[in-house]
Each structure stands twice: as structure tokens, then as C-alpha cells.
């Protein structure tokens, strides 16, 4: 039954976790290394504006989550409310695609893992550093939700270290107290097409980029279910991670575009496997630190094992959602007397594994396929955030529900969710727009980009066809609040409202 989520899962994790794993889930090599990228692709302003654009939307998102995460916090999260109040069909569909894309990003991880290994030791087989790292993240997840916590909270916190101490050694530069070399300085703003480069296709493929970067911050409403008290630590993680990622972020591109042109070769070889040519490494390098591209190395090293190691909680969690609702097979929601969705992670672990041995065999064209499938997945489980935010937030006004009985109540209602759905659908039609001028020669690319929408649509529709299920009415919704005095006929309480999960 629904309702036992948030009974059997035991509550174990700190506000400080909670902070640490959003934080976590946003700092990785979508800043470390793909940052320079962006810039190259769009100039220093059009990375800029893309950057603070995609984090207003996340803000938007974060605080629409973290309002229905407050109200009733389950291990299911998004999935569990979008059954709610959107449609069980959709829920079915988001919940299975945005598991498959965790497990699918698991794989990414070990590739990349192994490659930035083999800096250290090139004579040492990859494989065998991607089967110990996936032991690694396996043992993790496998002990208990409070030692994930406390993993995830020390991996952050080298995450987070290292963007301060770029901040502070780039203002530094910027302000000529550390040399940063002739081609630093904010001339590099206006250096050939600078700011703005490459119109709109460029700030497309820079959305895209800063979309995946920020993608994993949802990762703290799923740990929902497990948080200590979590009317307050909720939203007290939100509000934290939004600030500070939008300060690593904005600023980090603001002093990477100021003290490297756009122009610099350099930025374009954002490969995981050559992380001398990061960003971050680049401009400690300028400054005189020569073990610049060995500490990166570090950096991005561990950027790589918490992605890993948090996209294995998350998918556990949600597999173990929608087992408790009926989505997915019961035995997903076994647990261990530690609390932790036995079966439900070592089913994860075997489809990562899985995925990531599809990356060593013939020419990586089923690798690239499941990449493709699953990479706009967070795009969709951004959009089913803000739909069902926007029908949670109307169902309670038209069963007359005061507002002020939220513990949590987000500040941008409705433009937040509005915003954002928008957004999202936007990037997910528009990412490869340009290919569809010749659709005849160009094929093959459009479906290995857009491959993800038709697998969710079938799905989806495909559920809705078989179980004869509609778009639940707000009069039907259920709420985790004392019934309304002046609703007739809105008698959910607490207890029914965590059993409409099922």
C-alpha cells in the first residue's frame, strides 16, 4: 500500500544531506568540463544567459516540487503526484522512462570513469576499474539511506570546495592580483562575435547542455521519503541549493568567459577523458598551479562516482515507488531491516551494468541508441513536475482548501510551473530543429535525437489504452490535509490521500 512508503523507509536523513544531494546531483562535469563548451558554442553572454535562464527554471521547478514533496513526502515523488494529479497512464510512463534513464546513466558514469582512470594508470584494463566502481556505488546504496547521505554529503562537499576555490582564485585574476595572462581580461566579451555567438541554434545546443547539467537536483525530493522531519529540511535544501547553484554556476561562466576567449580551441575539447583542457583547469593552470590538471582529474573523478552513486539511489527509490503503487512488479518493494529496496537496487545495478557493457562491443551504435532514449527523460520528468504542481495547486482551490495549510508553499505559483513546463517543452522539440529542413538526408539524426518522445508516448498511451485510465477530474483529487469545512464532498484525509498512490 501506498501509504506505507513513508513508514518503512526509515527516515535517517539531515537537512545538511538534503543539501549536499541536491547540490550534488547539479555540480558535476556539466560544469567541470562541458562549461567550456558552452561558451565556445554561444560566446561568454549567450552561455551566460543560457546558464541563468535554465537555472530560473530549475528555482521554478525545485520550489513546485519541493511544495508537493512537503505535502506528502514518498519515495515516489514526482511519479507518485503526477498519478495523482495528472493521470495514472503518465505516472506509469514517467516513472519507468526516468528509471531506465538513471540506470542508463549509471553506465555513462563507469565509461567515463574508466577513461579518466586510465590517467593514472594506462596500463590497467578499464573494465576492471568500472566493475570495482560499480561494487563501490553497489555498497553504498546497499548499507543504508543514511550512508548514501553521508557519501553523497563528502563527494558534494569536494565538489563544492573546488568551485570556491576556482571562484576566488578567478575573481583574483580578474582583478589583476593573479596574473591570468594577455588574452585575459573582459575584452574577451567583445572579441569577434562576442557575446553572443552562433544566434539561436547555439543557444539551443547551450540550453540543452545546462539542462543536463542541472539535471539530478530533483534527486532530494525523491529522498523525500527517507528526510528527518521533512516539512522543515525540505524546503530549507531548496532554498540553499538554489542559490548557491545559481552563484557556482552564473559565476563560474562569467569568470571562464572573462579570463579565456571563446575562441580557444581548448574549449572545445570538452572529452571527459583529457580533463587538462577543462575550464577549470585551464585557468588554474594560468594561474601557476602546474598540478592543476591532476587535481581535475581528482575532481571529476568524484564528480563521476557521486553521479553514480546518486542516480543508483534515485532509480531505487523510484522503482520502489511504483512497486508500493502497482507500476511495477511487488517484489520491488521488499526491503531489507535496514530499509533499503533490495531488489529494486540490484535490478538497477544489473541494467547499468548491463548498459554500460553495450559501450565495449561492435561499434557502440546500441549504446548510442539507449543514450539517445534516454537522454531526454529529464526533460520529461522536469515537465511532469510543473503540470502536476499547476493541477495539485488548482485541485486544492476548487475543493476550497486554504492555502495556508501548506507547510510549504511555493512562491511563484503560477508562473513557476508555467514557466518552466514551457521551457522544457521547448528544448525538447527545438534541440535539433534545424535538422528537420531536409528531413530526407537527415533522417537517421532526427530519430536518434528525438527517439525518447515516441518511446514515452507508447508508454504512456499505451497504458491508458489498456487500463481505460483518464485524466484525473480536481474534484477527485486527494489531498495529505484536514477536509475543507465548506467542500462538500472533499472528505480526503491523511491516510486516504497517501492510499490514492496505489
Request: proline share 4%; aromatic share 12%; charged share 10%.
Amino acid at each position: 500500500m501506498a501509504g506505507t512508503q513513508a513508514e518503512d523507509l526509515h527516515r535517517t536523513l539531515k537537512a545538511r544531506h538534503l543539501t549536499m544531494i541536491a547540490l550534488g546531483g547539479a555540480i558535476g562535469t556539466g560544469l567541470f568540463v562541458a562549461s567550456g563548451a558552452s561558451i565556445a558554442q554561444a560566446g561568454p553572454g549567450g552561455a551566460l544567459l543560457m546558464y541563468a535562464l535554465i537555472g530560473l527554471m530549475v528555482y521554478c521547478l525545485m520550489t513546485s516540487l519541493g511544495e508537493m514533496a512537503v505535502h506528502m513526502p514518498v519515495a515516489g515523488s514526482f511519479v507518485t503526484y503526477s498519478g495523482l494529479y495528472v493521470e495514472e497512464g503518465f505516472a506509469f510512463a514517467l516513472g519507468w522512462s526516468y528509471w531506465f534513464n538513471l540506470a542508463v546513466t549509471i553506465a555513462v558514469e563507469l565509461a567515463a570513469a574508466q577513461m579518466v582512470m586510465l590517467y593514472w594508470f594506462p596500463d590497467v584494463p578499464g573494465v576492471a576499474w568500472s566493475a570495482g566502481f560499480l561494487v563501490l556505488m553497489l555498497a553504498i546504496n546497499a548499507f543504508s539511506a543514511r550512508g548514501f547521505g553521508e557519501s553523497e554529503y563528502w563527494f558534494a562537499l569536494i565538489k563544492v570546495a573546488t568551485v570556491v576555490i576556482f571562484l576566488a582564485i578567478g575573481s583574483l585574476m580578474i582583478f589583476g592580483i593573479l596574473h591570468g595572462g594577455p588574452q585575459s581580461g573582459w575584452h574577451n566579451f567583445t572579441v569577434g562575435e562576442a557575446p553572443f555567438v552562433g544566434g539561436l541554434p547555439a543557444m539551443f545546443g547551450v540550453a540543452m547542455i545546462a539542462g543536463f547539467s542541472f539535471q539530478g537536483t530533483e534527486t532530494v525530493a525523491v529522498a523525500a521519503g527517507e528526510a528527518a522531519d521533512p516539512a522543515r529540511t525540505i524546503p530549507r535544501a531548496i532554498r540553499q541549493t538554489f542559490w548557491r547553484i545559481l552563484l557556482f554556476y552564473v559565476l563560474a561562466i562569467l569568470i571562464i568567459g572573462v579570463l579565456i576567449p571563446y575562441t580557444d580551441p581548448n574549449l572545445l575539447r570538452n572529452d571527459v577523458t583529457d580533463v587538462g583542457v577543462s575550464p577549470f583547469a585551464l585557468v588554474f593552470g594560468r594561474a601557476g598551479l602546474a598540478f592543476a590538471a591532476g587535481v581535475m582529474n581528482a575532481v571529476v573523478l568524484t564528480a563521476l562516482l557521486s553521479a553514480g552513486t546518486s542516480s543508483m539511489y534515485a532509480s531505487t527509490r523510484i522503482l520502489y515507488g511504483m512497486a508500493v503503487s502497482g507500476r511495477a512488479p511487488r517484489a520491488f518493494a521488499r526491503l531489507t531491516p535496514h530499509g533499503v529496496p533490495r531488489n529494486a537496487l540490484l535490478a538497477t545495478t544489473a541494467v547499468g551494468a548491463l548498459c554500460f557493457l553495450s559501450s565495449l562491443f561492435g561499434d557502440k551504435v546500441v549504446y548510442m541508441w539507449l543514450l539517445n532514449t534516454s537522454g531526454m527523460t529529464g526533460f520529461f520528468a522536469w515537465l511532469g513536475i510543473a503540470v502536476s504542481h499547476y493541477r495539485f495547486r488548482r485541485g486544492l482551490v476548487r475543493q476550497g482548501y486554504d492555502l495556508g495549510r501548506l507547510a510549504y508553499r511555493s512562491p511563484l505559483f503560477p508562473f513557476g510551473p508555467l514557466f518552466a513546463g514551457a521551457l522544457c517543452l521547448v528544448i525538447v522539440l527545438g534541440q535539433n530543429y534545424q535538422a528537420f529542413s531536409d528531413v530526407r538526408a537527415h533522417w537517421g539524426e532526427i530519430l536518434a535525437t528525438y527517439i525518447g518522445v515516441p518511446v514515452f508516448l507508447a508508454l504512456w498511451l499505451g497504458y491508458r489504452a489498456v487500463r481505460k485510465t483518464r485524466l484525473v477530474a480536481y474534484g477527485d483529487m486527494r489531498f495529505h490535509l484536514p477536509p475543507p469545512a465548506t467542500a462538500a464532498g472533499a472528505k480526503a484525509g491523511g491516510s486516504e490521500a497517501l492510499a490514492a498512490a496505489e
